[in-house]
């Protein structure tokens, strides 16, 4: 069952749980944090919970460990014993972090660490181990590489490449995004190899960035913009290449792109959108783009460009979607925000029957018992003017179509000549 981790400026760290508005697990970091996560950024088969704040403090907090288990009556963990609410690890890291995502971004089957940094810089590290046991979290992170952007950095996925395997991606203005190399493993190569010469280091800020633009008309070529990879397409995605990816921006466009070079479509809306993610909300393995704006204005949209609007109740300072435990003891379809008044809103369980626009006629014509009563009522299938006359004449003059019906029932002798 997922929980929901959320950290503020003042450093503290709060996990909920279920529909319980107080926090299941409360932890204290130092400075202003700016980057939350959960994943086994380890590689120890567990997951943690990662904070990082904006001074350049990474935080490590294992809340699955048997120290961390003493709930209270009413199951929120006790607040009083001081050693349990330090992190499991600390480490200063360079400053002024913006954006995180733990994901295998090599391939190797391995999480690395990746953040973007408010002076156009992205750094990855990797966890180094220093301890055999694998319950004990001991070690390090190392910087593994350094590119730098030509834009503001605003957001990090992950997406299937033409080979199917991972790309690292970066938001860049202007509907834009690159693609950054990872080279640490030829890097590693050469150093050793040019070690007597003076090799650069690896922090050098050495540019294996590749650009991409997705449009040639921009209107606003330094409108914030922001970007989500890998999203879902069922089964269908199997073996298919370049995964899907959505752009959107701060002045309203939204875009579904496959690989760098198919634009699958383009939206425009009047919103101010800062905030993109994904999510399944029809059940089918497809998962719809899902654009937030400052007002509370949501967009939902599938993979054929059908759209659903959303509104919140307030203006909203900070979204995200995902799947989370709230009631029922299982994770459902959840859109959760952020107001300017501090305060968090769950809309729990979104589900939705179907994206794309129908009809009745449609929906009926699915159901094996409606054709059964067609069938009784003497109405051909495929006629569909007279399947139309029947239903407007069932829902808007039910009295006669009763009566109209008992009397086709009725064979010439005067006896039912239905079963029912």
Partial sequence: LNELVVGDTNGKLCVYKNDDSKPWAVRSCQGMLTCVGVGDVCNKGKNLVVAVSA???FHLFDLTSPTSKHPDASGHHELAAAEEQKPVFKQHIPANTKVMLISDIDGDGKCELVVGYTDRVVRAFRWEDLSENSDHVSGQLLLLKKWLLEGQVDSLSVNPGPDGSPEMMVSQPGCGYAILLCTWDSEQQSTTEGRDNSAPSSEAPI???ILH???GRIHNKNVSTHLIGSIGRGCSS???GSGLFALCTLDGTLKLMEGADKLLWSVQVD???????KLDVTGNGHEEVIACAWDGQTYIIDHNRTVARFQADENVSAFCAGLYACKGGSNS????????NQ????YWDVQLERMESTNLLKILDCDPEFGNLLQQLGVERSDVSAVKDLIHKTLYFPEKQQQSSLSQCQDPAGTDSSAH
Avoid: M
């Fill in 55 to 57: 001074e350049g403090w």
């Fill in 207 to 209: 540019r294996d960035v």
């Fill in 213 to 215: 633009q997705t449009s």
């Fill in 238 to 240: 199997e073996n298919s």
């Fill in 271 to 277: 919103h101010q959108l800062f905030a993109l993610e």
């Fill in 333 to 340: 379809p959840c859109l959760v925000y952020v107001s300017f």
């Fill in 343 to 346: 305060k968090i809103y769950i």
